[in-house]
C-alpha cells in the first residue's frame, strides 16, 4: 500500500462560486469542507485501529496500549503552492508503528536483520486498518465534504449522489 492515496473530487460547479467570494472566506469554505469530510475519515480509522492487549515488556521501547489510537489525527492543508488537502492518521512518532500493523513485519532479537546473532523470534500478520477504514468511509467522506462546501456556498445538491469524485471504488 502506498504511503499517500491521493483523491481527486471534481468541484468545477462551484469553482466560480468560490473565485466570487473574498479570498479568506473562500478558504474557510474549502477548509471547513475538508475538515469534516477527514473527520469521518478519522472516526473510521480510530473504529478500526486495534489496541495492544499483551503485558507489556519491561524495558521495551514499545508503545503503550493505547498509544497508536491516541495519535490519529487529521490535518487540513491549504496554502498557495499546493491544491487543498487533508491527511489523516498516526502523529509523529508513531508513524512507524501504524505502518508495520498495516504492513505486517517479524520480531527480531539480538540485533538488526542480518545482523550476527540475530534471529526472528515471530512474524506478525498485516493488519491494514488504515486501508480499511478508507475503504469503509470514503464515499461518505467525499458526501460530508461536498455537503459542507454546498451548504457554506448557498448551494442545493440536486442530484442523489453529490460526490463528483473519482473514486470508483477500486482503484485511488
Known sequence: MPDEVKLTIDTREWEDLLKALPMRVAKRAVRNALQAGGDVLLDAMVAECPERTDEPTPDSDALQPGVLKESL???????????????????????HVAYWVEN?????????????????TKHVDANPFMARSFDSSIERAVDVMLGNLAS????????????GSEYGGEDY
Do not use: M
Open 73 to 95: 489525527c487529521d490535518q487540513v492543508v491549504i496554502g498557495t503552492r499546493y491544491n487543498p488537502s487533508v491527511k489523516v492518521g498516526p502523529g509523529i512518532g508513531t508513524g
Open 152 to 163: 457554506s456556498l448557498g448551494q442545493d445538491l440536486a442530484d442523489d449522489s453529490p460526490s
Open 104 to 120: 505486517g513485519f517479524d520480531h527480531i532479537e539480538g540485533g538488526k536483520r542480518g545482523e550476527k546473532g540475530s534471529h526472528v
